[in-house]
């Protein structure tokens, strides 16, 4: 029920970015400049917030496991997807990236508390940075572009390191300036998902349901990923249990939908994108709950 109450809103969202598209309220060049507020504003804005929390030795210690264990689930994720799209560029970013903060945060809450979110915030952390710097040189194809300049001037990287340094510092951020970062991170999941549907306002939908290749790029990112994270997962010590299960849950959500915003601003395919998301999104309905399940009778 968690999943299709999070795909009702979704697509809710997505209907009033396709609103506003097909009623001239937002051009191409708008949604670009969205995509830009989203990526350079919105998500630091995210990512800081999840840091600023009080410090208590046993958070970071979970901290510091889910660290681990979500390098280890993204970089079987980018392996995976880079074996069989090396050639689809757009393909390969979205299987490789889940849409963890939208579709996988309300699923481990509803799971395992309020306290288990804590193991998500360094996966979207990483999966955004990863996006940043290793997805946008696969869309690209700029095996160079990854410089010292632009890594350190990533500002996904310089709010990490921010909040890394709010939390293990124990710094207290202004009320001000506290409300004003979680009021913005608030809008990471409903302007992703309003950019989407302007994307989608400039697409024929009918073709959603027609393209094998959609089908091939949910298979891996719903059933192939979320499986190889289950074994890899299974060998970890059952005192882990709740780490994975709630890192299990972010490896398992559909195509992320910053794979189109991505997408557009490195002048690709981004209606293609966006019909990736959508598909792996409906899909997901019935292979999160089955990941879920098979999660429970495996890991005893």
């Known amino acids: 029920m968690i999943a299709l109450r999070q ?34 504003v919105i998500l630091p804005s995210a990512i800081l917030n999840a840091f600023c929390t009080e410090y208590t030795a046993e958070k970071s210690r979970r901290l510091l496991c889910a660290f681990g264990l979500s390098l280890a689930a ?31 945060l309300p699923l481990i809450q509803a799971l395992l508390g309020s306290e288990a979110v804590i193991y998500s915030a360094p996966f979207i952390a990483l999966l955004n940075f990863l996006q940043w710097t290793y997805g946008v040189s696969v869309l690209t194809g700029q095996k ?24 293990y510092l124990r710094i207290t951020l202004p009320d001000v300036l506290s409300t004003t970062v979680s009021s ?13 549907g302007v994307y989608l306002a400039q697409t024929d939908l009918r073709s959603l349901f027609t393209a094998p290749r959609l089908y091939a790029n949910a298979a891996v990112r719903l059933l192939l990923i979320p499986g190889l994270t289950l074994a890899l997962f299974g060998l970890l010590p059952a005192s882990l249990r709740e780490a994975r299960l709630a890192l299990l849950i972010a490896a398992s959500a559909p195509v992320g939908a910053n794979v189109a915003v991505y997408a557009q601003l490195n002048h690709l395919d981004y209606t293609y994108a966006s019909k990736s998301v959508c598909l792996s999104t409906l899909l997901s309905i019935g292979t999160l709950p089955l990941v879920i399940a098979l999660a429970g009778l495996l890991w005893q």
């Open 144 to 167: 160079g572009g990854l410089t010292l300049r632009k890594t350190v001037t990533n500002p996904i990287l310089l709010s990490l390191a921010a909040g890394l340094a709010c939390f």
């Open 7 to 40: 795909t009702a809103v979704m697509f809710l969202l997505m209907g009033i970015g396709w609103a506003l598209c097909r009623g001239g309220k937002i051009s191409r060049d708008g949604s670009r400049e969205l995509a830009n507020l989203l990526l350079y």
């Open 74 to 104: 993204l970089l079987l994720a980018v392996l995976g997807s880079r074996l069989i799209f090396r050639r689809h560029p757009i393909d390969h970013f979205g299987a490789a990236f889940s849409n963890a903060g939208f579709m996988g």
């Open 184 to 196: 913005v991170a608030a809008m990471n999941s409903p302007a992703a998902m309003i950019i989407l």
